[in-house]
């Protein structure tokens, strides 16, 4: 029986990423239950344009695009199906975002054990991306929270895969970019909470060796890094820790209600910023301004889970920040060893005077099995620039040899405009995932703009 997703109402839209560059337009179709997932792939498969699924279209680049072929919005694939408040388990479908699930749980007395700086991510592009948090090094990425997942492949088929059944198809699949097939839905594992606020440190270190000391601090930690400062101010930070509070650690006010949790936006940026707003003058005067905004040193002051989890999302629609233009988001990972690669990145944006805003270094620990998952031990590095700075794509492709000479990689979520050449280099185990890509779909029937941009 048609649904009001079939074929003749699957317009054409322009799609872009979360940095809005480089935009495509497809058709994309927008089901609210799996059978509509499954008539649009079929649909794809009739006339062999592709299919890529797309989330919440938070990934800042090309990765859920699919110029002139079939793009499927997961998004009305909001139910949760299953949870389990005892054991402290939830099935829910991939559409489900990250937000909609803390508030489902974080009244319940659990918590995801992996949440990424938004809350606007759904469930399926969390597995896609294989995400991180403040807590790589205790807590892993998303991927090794996923106990088993519903998947539908290119035959048309739903497989069941986890990490002991089909394990290959299930690893391929976190981090793999929805290259493999449309996840459905997913059960994880969940983290028991006693409230919904965390113990918070805070520390301005004096240079990037003090910064680099604090981040072993505690299970969540983030430094943000000015990047205009030299000398012996070079690197100088805020290095924000946090552990969850006990019920005991909270006041009278907040213990009588400790999992309250109700984050809303305070603003929401209107379409209508000029394209030179975020520029080398205001990017010095925000530096400033974010360092010193802070107190030397705070210790165990207390803040709701989403200010500490996500703060970008108190402004919606912050990427509007950058006018239309957009901007790039750059997040490479190098091993422990090789500090000194942070170092030399972070004096190139100095010299160059880039106009880095939101420049954010942490430290990861060992990765897990996905074929084309990012995080790896050692040290990642995210800023973002304006697109339209001169001499970006030249500076960024200086930057793409060191991170390969010092055997690291670039974060694909993050990635709009990364050479096929360097991403092959950079991910050893990519020769595995296509072996398996290739055996679950071997026409190529799932593929998106930064999939033929980089050869995957």
């Not at 974060?411 to 185990?429: N, S, V």
Request: charged fraction near 25%; charge should be positive.
């Amino acid at each position: 029986m048609p649904t009001r997703h079939s074929r003749a109402t699957a317009p054409y839209h322009r799609l872009t990423g979360w940095g809005r560059t480089a935009p495509s337009w497809a058709r994309v179709h927008r089901p609210d239950t799996a059978h509509g997932v499954v008539r649009a792939v079929e649909e794809a498969a009739s006339d062999g344009r592709g299919i890529i699924a797309r989330g919440l279209g938070r990934s800042y680049g090309d990765s859920a695009q699919n110029g002139g072929g079939h793009v499927v919005d997961i998004a009305g694939l909001r139910r949760i199906r299953c949870l389990d408040p005892v054991v402290g388990t939830v099935r829910c479908e991939a559409g489900v975002p990250l937000g909609g699930l803390m508030a489902r749980l974080l009244p319940l007395g659990w918590w995801l054990p992996v949440v990424p700086g938004t809350r606007y991510v759904s469930v399926g592009g969390a597995i896609a991306s294989d995400v991180h948090g403040k807590n790589h090094r205790s807590g892993g990425s998303f991927g090794d929270h996923v106990m088993r997942m519903s998947l539908l492949t290119a035959e048309g088929i739903i497989r069941e895969v986890s990490p002991e059944r089909d394990s290959d198809l299930f690893w391929a699949t976190v981090g793999g970019m929805g290259l493999t097939g449309v996840v459905l839905d997913a059960t994880l594992r969940l983290t028991a909470v006693e409230t919904s606020r965390l113990v918070v440190d805070t520390e301005r270190a004096a240079d990037l060796d003090r910064c680099m000391d604090l981040l072993d601090a505690h299970e969540h930690t983030v430094a943000w890094i000015d990047t205009l400062a030299g000398g012996r101010r070079f690197g100088r930070s805020v290095v924000t820790s946090g552990r969850f509070a006990t019920r005991a650690e909270l006041p009278a006010r907040l213990a009588r209600n400790p999992l309250a949790f109700a984050p809303k936006p305070l603003a929401t940026v209107p379409d209508l910023v000029p394209g030179g707003l975020l520029n080398r003058l205001t990017g010095t005067a925000y530096n400033a301004l974010r360092h010193h905004a802070v107190p030397r040193r705070r210790h165990r002051a207390l803040q709701n889970a989403g200010a500490f989890f996500q703060p970008l999302d108190s402004l919606r629609e912050w990427n509007r920040l950058y006018g239309r233009t957009g901007f790039v988001q750059y997040q490479f990972a190098v091993p422990e060893d090789r500090a000194d690669t942070v170092a030399a990145v972070l004096d190139r944006l100095r010299k160059n005077r880039m106009p880095a805003f939101l420049v954010v270094l942490k430290k990861l620990g060992p990765g897990n099995d996905g074929h084309l998952s990012f995080p790896r031990p050692g040290w990642t590095l995210a800023f973002d620039v304006p697109a339209r700075t001169p001499e970006l794509a030249r500076f960024l492709h200086d930057l793409d040899t060191a991170v390969l000479e010092a055997d690291g990689r670039v974060y694909l979520a993050k990635d709009a405009r990364l050479p096929g050449a360097a991403a092959r280099a950079m991910y050893p185990r990519l020769e595995r995932f296509r072996a398996v890509r290739d055996a679950v779909d071997p026409a190529g029937l799932f593929v998106s703009d930064q999939a033929r941009r980089l050869g995957l």
